[in-house]
């Protein structure tokens, strides 16, 4: 199993340009997230799904599209990037939502700049 | 609401002492808590999780921690540090009012001198 990987691992983009992190599994997993981690802040969750089709926003949505079209793939779209995202992006699976003592697993994350 | 309060934002200890990581939490439910580790320019690593099957929770590499409901405490610990524990970590916790989404401290960056 790859596990949870992620593409790029590093982007630099000016403001107003578009792109696409990507992210997928390979472990089934119905729930995955996305959470961008800021120096001193901890991890902050962007979206989250909680099985194709489904889709929800978390702690800090703005900015941020996401889609689940199939199990395996949760790309976040970034439709008019700023500097305020700059940041490290994670994204996690579990095998469910509901389930209170889940472990979620972190792919190697994507580090952004935008100038 | 629930949220995790990381005591140390930097702890720096001698190859071989003992380690102390400090976390709260708030929680209106029976919480779920979990340490996670972050080594340098990698995603997170799950330590351990509190299940409610055990105050007393071990981890990977000698890591423990210890759920103490009335001082609303969850502190990470272990008894000689080694070099390769130098990293970054984070307390998360997990409830009904969260929906069980991750609700993640500040994190706390341990240095380990030699």
């Known amino acids: 199993n790859a596990g949870v990987t992620q593409t790029p691992k590093f982007q630099v983009l000016k403001t107003g340009q578009s792109m696409t992190l990507q992210c997928a599994q390979d472990m089934n997993h119905e729930y995955m997230s996305w959470y961008r981690q800021d120096p001193g802040m901890g991890l902050r969750l962007i979206h989250y799904?909680?099985?194709?089709?489904?889709?929800d926003q978390g702690e800090v949505p703005n900015g941020y599209n996401v889609s689940r079209s199939t199990t395996e793939d949760f790309p976040l779209r970034l439709l008019s990037a700023a500097p305020s995202q700059t940041s490290v992006y994670f994204c996690?699976?579990?095998?469910?939502?509901?389930?209170?003592?889940?472990?979620?697993?972190f792919g190697p994350g994507t580090r952004l700049t935008v100038l | 609401a629930q949220s995790v309060t990381q005591l140390d934002s930097h702890v720096s200890v001698s190859e071989g002492t003992p380690v102390l990581l400090r976390c709260n939490y708030s929680?209106?439910?029976?919480?779920?808590l979990f340490w996670y580790v972050q080594h340098p320019n990698k995603g997170l690593q799950l330590l351990l999780k509190?299940?409610?099957?055990?105050?007393l929770v071990k981890g990977i590499n000698g890591f423990e921690a210890e759920f103490k409901k009335s001082e609303t405490s969850f502190h990470l610990t272990k008894p000689s540090a080694h070099m390769s524990d130098a990293a970054e970590y984070f307390c998360v916790v997990s409830d009904l009012d969260s929906s069980y989404k991750l609700i993640f401290g500040s994190g706390t960056r341990l240095l380990v001198r030699p």
């Open positions: 509190y299940t409610s099957a055990a105050t």
């Open positions: 799904s909680v099985g194709a089709g489904i889709t």
């Open positions: 929680s209106s439910y029976s919480p779920s």
């Open positions: 996690a699976s579990s095998y469910s939502s509901g389930f209170l003592y889940n472990e979620q697993f």
